[in-house]
């Protein structure tokens, strides 16, 4: 099975919480109380659209990287803001 790394963006509620968005994979709606339980829920909801796209034969992004890891090894993502 592939393993697909889907670029997400995650911002602070105002009300509090975490809300995940992907420009890549549309679909991808997840809030959390924090950014960890925010990922997990992404990474579910990720997983649903891309099973049902499969089920019933629809395209997966081509953006989206699929490449097959080690068990001890992943890649990810990580924001990192300088300020001048």
Do not use: C, W
């Amino acid at each position: 099975m592939p393993e697909y790394l889907i670029p997400i963006s995650i911002e602070h509620l105002e009300e509090g919480g975490y809300l995940a968005t992907s420009s890549v994979l549309r679909g991808i709606i997840a809030q959390g109380r924090t950014v960890a339980e925010t990922i997990e829920i992404a990474e579910d909801v990720a997983r649903r659209l891309i099973e049902s796209r499969i089920e019933r034969n629809e395209a997966i992004p081509k953006e989206l990287i699929s490449k097959k890891l080690p068990p001890d090894k992943f890649d990810t993502q990580i924001p990192v803001l300088v300020e001048k």
